[in-house]
């Protein structure tokens, strides 16, 4: 048997249902979940009585349970506003670490997105850590939203782990429940990508040099580039050079910071996020398109 069909028999083993959460030990264990993931102390954990509050105030909260009926994780979305009318937040989205790789995360908003659509709610906004690689490809990738928005030190200083050692930058992003990009995307799964191919019709800003193997740190930046679509290159193991050398990961979080500001003030929005595979290695990049 291949790597790949062992792969997927052992998605096919696990089995989980999505629903309401069922009592208040249900919220309990959400504050367990919380700390298992992100290995963060109480002052950064969502307690019992807001998840509580939130979500009989209209809030999305959604257990993923195992097949011996055990919470395995939950996404937890605010009712809100923005420029357009109402909205659903997503502030959390979590899945203990022995059922990570399944689909789980995914599961989970794609039923927020339906629980969003029986409210009449036609976006889900969100934020994620553009320093991290697997998220952009989750909320961008994935899920085909998009993001036009830049914060700087969002958060302020946490004690989550993956926050740890450089300021919570964040990327905003909408999320366009109706749209059938995101529909396709949802049934079929995200386009396949031939680096050579997008290089003929994108071009990429940026350039990358090699520090030691596997650390790349960035190079040459353009800002006055003015075609509708480009390529924005980032390494695929960010969150791996932020912990072998953090002086290169925050001339990254640098860079980030001045693209993803400049060209949003341009017009131009964050539409997707791939990683492929060319001459053996694993690359990735954002793409920006210029808003209509």
Sequence with gaps: MTPAARRKKRK??????IAPFRNLADYKTCEDIQKEVWNSEDVDVVPVSLLLEA?????????AYSNIGDLVGFVFSLQGRDSKGPVQHSCLLAVRVAYRNFDIGFKLKSAQRREALKQKIKRITASFDPM????????????????DQYEENYFGETTRFPDRGLPTDRLLTKWDLGSGE?????????????????????????????????LMKPSGIK??????????????????????????????????????????????????????????????????????
């Design 132 to 147: 991290q690689p697997m998220h952009a490809y989750f909320a961008l990738g994935k899920l085909g939203a998009s993001a």
């Design 55 to 63: 979500h009989r105030s209209g809030g999305i909260l959604l257990g």
């Design 223 to 292: 800002l006055n580039f003015a075609e509708d679509k480009f390529l924005f290159e980032v390494p695929y193991n960010l969150q791996e050079i932020k912990g072998r050398d953090l002086g290169i990961a925050m001339q990254w979080q640098s860079k980030m910071r001045q693209m993803f500001r400049h060209y949003f003030r341009k017009g131009y929005a964050a539409t997707d996020f791939f990683v492929t595979t060319h001459d053996g290695h694993l690359r990735s990049f954002y793409r920006m398109d210029k808003k209509e």
């Design 12 to 17: 096919d083993e696990i089995k989980v249902t």
């Design 182 to 214: 995101v529909a396709r995307r949802l049934e079929t799964g995200p386009p396949r990508h031939d680096l050579k191919k997008e290089m003929k019709r994108l071009r990429a800003i940026n350039e990358m040099e090699e520090a030691a193997p596997g």
